[in-house]
């Protein structure tokens, strides 16, 4: 059983700069991938729990396909005759 390697926005930020000590990626970067959700996480109280692994595979790949939600079924339009198009002026005070 592979347990995830599951650390906060800090956490991830210090381990990447330990795999990389040139690396540009800040903690505010990380947060803002997490939030805009490029990045799954979880939420623990007030903090975000992200899989390093999960991040490491983003950064080798931030253009990867994203899987389409699917879109909501359009409503329905409804016509509406002119009679009560024209009462509906009258009752707001349009038409006399």
Known sequence: MNIPRMRTVPEASAELKALDEHTALTQ??????VLDGKIKSVKAGRKHLINFDDLLSYLLDPFQEETPEEEAPAAAVTNISADRIESY????????
Not at 89 to 96: E, F, M, P, S
Request: charged content about 35%.
């Open 28 to 33: 505010c970067a990380i947060r803002r991938l």
């Open 89 to 96: 002026k009258r009752n707001i005070g349009l038409v006399k």
